[in-house]
Antibody, heavy 120, light 108 residues
Framework: EVQLVQSGAEVKKPGESLKISCKGS????????IGWVRQMPGKGLEWMGI????????RYSPSFQGQVTISADKSISTAYLQWSSLKASDTAMYYC?????????????WGQGTLVTVSS | DIQMTQSPSSLSASVGDRVTITCRAS??????LNWYQQKPGKAPKVLIY???SLQSGVPSRFSGSGSGTDFTLTISSLQPEDFATYYC??????????FGQGTKLEIK
């Protein structure tokens, strides 16, 4: 069974760093792109970026380039999303999702989400 | 970047109604259009991919159509479990998979 299991909720202060994770199982982790999606409270879905764990090829939405870092450790089938200095506006639910290998490139499995709260 | 615009933003309907949600792309995306359903507190779930293909396990009352810039998601007979928020997403401009702003479907 394909699963993406994300790390637990986080409460942080502005300026702190954070790394959240997404562990894949039940499939070949290195063969599928993993994307990250932000959902701010009461708002819609925003595409952040995507990584191919096989070679760590990473692409970012222009809106998130330079704001976050996406990485992966294929030895433990885990993708990451990290911030070096959090802002209150980073408060949101973050989802990881697996992209199918071929056209039309939709996202077939999703993690359960990680809630990040940034507050002083 | 390709902008995706959904209409309406919200919709009230009754069980048994036929409902249509529209998604428009800012440029042609061929059939690279996918629809997701999200219920409160849950991750999105794919319903339709490639504009009109039904994801395995999704009820046949859901259907999609369109190509180019204009797309629709139709629910033929609303069921209580269909009240949720629906998002379109383009996968033409990889890897910038932009979403529409969402359509919240509420019970009338």
């Amino acid at each position: 069974e394909v699963q993406l299991v994300q790390s637990g909720a986080e409460v942080k202060k502005p300026g702190e760093s954070l790394k959240i994770s997404c562990k894949g199982s039940g499939y070949s982790f290195t063969s599928y792109w993993i994307g990250w999606v932000r959902q701010m409270p009461g708002k819609g879905l925003e595409w952040m970026g995507i990584i191919y764990p096989g070679d760590s090829d990473t692409r970012y939405s222009p809106s998130f380039q330079g704001q976050v870092t996406i990485s992966a450790d294929k030895s433990i089938s885990t993708a990451y999303l990290q911030w070096s200095s959090l802002k209150a506006s980073d408060t949101a639910m973050y989802y990881c999702a697996r992209r199918i290998q071929v056209w039309p490139y939709y996202f077939d499995y999703w993690g359960q989400g990680t809630l990040v709260t940034v507050s002083s | 970047d390709i902008q995706m615009t959904q209409s309406p933003s919200s919709l009230s309907a009754s069980v048994g109604d036929r409902v249509t949600i529209t998604c428009r792309a800012s440029q042609s995306i061929s059939s690279y259009l996918n629809w997701y359903q999200q219920k409160p507190g849950k991750a999105p779930k794919v319903l339709i991919y490639a504009a009109s293909s039904l994801q395995s396990g999704v009820p046949s009352r859901f259907s999609g159509s369109g190509s180019g810039t204009d797309f629709t998601l139709t629910i033929s007979s609303l069921q209580p479990e269909d009240f949720a928020t629906y998002y379109c997403q383009q996968s033409y401009s990889t890897p910038r998979y932009s979403f529409g702003q969402g359509t919240k479907l509420e019970i009338k």
